[in-house]
């Protein structure tokens, strides 16, 4: 009897194999951005490597000091545009989006996948009922190379969310909680599975909202039960069977969740939004890989409709891809926002980051949809950064204070 991972896992190697097997699997597809392609072309030039394993299934992606900040970054993304044109793959360049948005975007990773990343929030394909996670440079150079890679197979952490969201609580909020609950190394080395009511009635866009932060509690990947899942081709969903085995069986009935806040300076520093309600904010952002999706954008549109944003306060948006963009603005939810009082920024990591495009003064708080507040994440050490859904992060802009959605 095997959980989804084990059986996803076994899919692609010689063998069925549980947890804490070793495995070599063979890989669907990898990616690499600005800051881990540069040293994983190196590492491959140094194992001796003339051409990819693959064309079709390697993507790279200009996306998180977009557009370069400097010229020794300008330098990188010639390096890598470069070996693009030389190896004959696509490259994603500056503007076209996130990584993790755009391959799902376009379709660079399905479910039942293996997908590997050299970025550690590749595991937010696990929303796709894929196998995805996050190596380093030297790690994916290999793949590059052999189109495999071996990992020992995770032991897996069942959590089943029951009952129903109230009206403005949201993914994000769920996996704030979570994080609580598991702390940031709770689950090191482990695949997270969800199941459950809350789950089934998720879009694509909130399940890769959870899957996305699991790295957040230590997992090697996320993964949701296809239940509930709508995707716009044929496909065949992978399920645990009865009896699988897992380490540990988690059960939360959230009817009564309330919105949630990651306290400065660790995203499992959460706690209900009630205990920082009228804290002053100088800074609202929303972006990354996490929440920046139409969705989202949509929400914090619903919030902000008519009224404008606090004096004092500058709302930045990076939208998560290019596409995502021309949709909201498509439906009007950019002009929206831009009415409210918004700036839209390069589509791209930058502030999440602290590359560059928003980085906060010394000082200054921020509440933002992304997934990491550690100390210096935004760029200043010197700021303290509040973690939030899109929906508390516009509310806060409105009153210039941390405020309920609704």
């Avoid at 896992?9 to 063979?26: F, G, M, N, P, Q």
């Avoid at 940031?184 to 909202?209: C, D, K, N």
């Avoid at 309330?258 to 100088?282: E, M, R, W």
């Avoid at 989202?296 to 902000?304: S, T």
Wanted: proline residues 5%; neutral net charge.
């Amino acid at each position: 009897m095997q959980t989804i991972t084990e059986k996803i896992l076994s899919a692609h190697t010689t063998r069925k194999v549980y947890a804490d097997e070793l495995a070599i699997v063979h890989v669907d597809g990898i990616m690499a951005t600005d800051t881990t392609a540069p040293m994983a072309l190196k590492a491959f030039r140094e194992m001796g490597g003339q051409k990819v394993w693959d064309k079709n299934k390697m993507w790279l992606i200009i996306d998180h000091a977009a557009p370069a900040p400097n010229e020794r970054i300008g330098n990188l993304h010639k390096l890598m545009r470069d070996f693009a044109t030389e190896q004959d793959i696509k490259l994603y360049d500056v503007g076209e989006g996130i990584c993790h948005q755009i391959v799902v975007d376009q379709d660079h990773v399905r479910p039942g996948q293996i997908f590997i990343g050299a970025d550690s929030h590749t595991c937010t394909y696990g929303a796709l009922n894929a196998f995805s996670t996050g190596v380093g440079s030297t790690d994916l150079a290999a793949i590059m190379l052999k189109g495999k890679t071996w990992l020992k197979v995770p032991r897996t952490i069942k959590i089943v969310l029951n009952g129903r969201l109230q009206a403005g609580v949201s993914a994000k909020d769920v996996i704030l909680f979570l994080a609580k609950q598991l702390t940031i190394e709770g689950a090191t080395y482990q695949a997270i599975e969800f199941h459950g009511p809350v789950v089934e009635r998720m879009t694509l866009a909130s399940r890769m909202t959870m899957c996305n932060m699991v790295i957040e509690m230590g997992a090697k990947n996320g993964v949701c039960h296809p239940k509930g899942l709508q995707l716009p081709y044929q496909w065949t969903p992978i399920t645990p069977d009865e009896g699988a085995v897992y380490e540990q069986v988690l059960e939360y009935d959230l009817s009564d969740l309330k919105p949630q806040l990651a306290f400065p300076h660790s995203p499992d520093n959460v706690h209900d939004i009630h205990q920082a309600l009228g804290t002053p904010i100088q800074y609202a952002f929303i972006g990354s890989c996490t929440n920046a999706r139409l969705e989202d954008l949509q929400v914090a549109a619903g919030i902000l409709k008519d009224k404008h944003i606090a004096q004092g306060v500058r709302l930045l948006i990076a939208p998560a891809s290019n596409k995502v963009f021309m949709d909201a603005l498509a439906d009007g939810t950019a002009q929206t926002l831009m009415h409210a009082g918004a700036k839209f920024i390069t589509s791209g990591c930058g502030p999440c980051v602290g590359s560059h495009l928003g980085v906060p003064g010394d000082g200054e708080t921020v509440i933002s949809s992304t997934n990491r507040n550690f100390k210096g994440r935004m760029g200043n050490p010197n700021a303290n950064v509040y973690l939030s859904s899109p929906a508390v992060v516009a509310a806060s802009a409105l009153k210039g204070e941390i405020a309920l959605p609704v």
